[in-house]
């Protein structure tokens, strides 16, 4: 069982700019959320994927963007980049049902604008 | 608003000890609770999880209790080892809508001194 992957693992651009990280669910999982977790914090939520369809989003503006792909797979893209949006992004992918499912995380994409 | 809060920044115990991190929520229609513990360069990895219909779940050298009338929950660990060194996350799943989205408190970063 291959469990959740990112890409890439360190990125840096600047202002402005737009960026796109990726996430391979875990095998079998079909539900995929992306959170930031800035420096000191804990993970806060963006948005979730369900059969590639958004299915909830947290406090986020527009220029925070997804996808995700008939494989589970996702993207997340972040537009107009701010010196603020400098962060760990992190994806969790889990099997959703009716009852309590449990998200794992991928090890994560440390972005950094300049 | 801190929908979940950990007080704590940080704690040191001794190898072998009990370690007990703390986790406050303000939001009483929170019916799911999770434990993560993270390494510097990972995500975040699953510990252990409660309903909130129970009131203690043991796994092994961990156990989370819950008290729900005073909104706390906590994650013992016995005996405490120096692997257990990292930071623990607290987390909630707000209830309601399709979108199993967790909301995390701050992280208490234990030490285990050996």
């Known amino acids: 069982e291959t469990g959740v992957t990112q890409s890439p693992t360190h990125l840096i651009k600047t202002r402005g700019q737009q960026v796109t990280l990726r996430c391979s669910s875990q095998?079998?999982?079909?539900?995929v959320s992306w959170y930031q977790q800035a420096l000191g914090q804990g993970p806060q939520f963006i948005f979730q994927?369900?059969?590639?369809?958004?299915?909830g989003r947290g406090n986020f503006p527009p220029r925070f963007s997804g996808l995700q792909f008939p494989n589970y797979s996702s993207e997340l893209n972040v537009n107009a980049l701010e010196l603020d949006d400098s962060a760990l992004y992190l994806c969790?992918?889990?099997?959703?049902?009716?009852?309590?499912?449990?998200?794992?995380f991928g090890p994560g994409t440390r972005l950094l604008v300049l | 608003d801190q929908q979940v809060k950990q007080n704590s920044p940080s704690l040191s115990v001794q190898e072998g000890r009990i370690s007990i991190l703390n986790c406050d929520y303000t939001?009483?229609?929170?019916?799911?609770f999770l434990w993560y513990k993270k390494y510097p360069a990972e995500g975040p990895t699953f510990l252990i999880s409660?309903?909130?219909?129970?009131d203690k779940n043991e796994d092994g050298r961990f156990t989370v209790f819950l008290n729900k009338s005073a909104k706390h929950l906590s994650l013992h660990i016995v005996p405490s080892q120096p692997g257990d060194s990292a930071v623990y996350f607290c987390?909630?799943?707000?209830?309601?809508?399709?979108?199993?989205?967790?909301?995390f408190g701050t992280g208490t970063l234990l030490a285990v001194q050996p």
């Open positions: 409660i309903s909130s219909i129970k």
């Open positions: 994927y369900y059969r590639e369809e958004e299915n």
């Open positions: 095998s079998g999982h079909n539900t």
């Open positions: 969790a992918s889990s099997q959703k049902r009716t009852s309590q499912e449990t998200q794992y």
């Open positions: 939001n009483s229609m929170f019916d799911y």
């Open positions: 987390a909630a799943r707000a209830p309601g809508g399709a979108t199993n989205k967790l909301i």
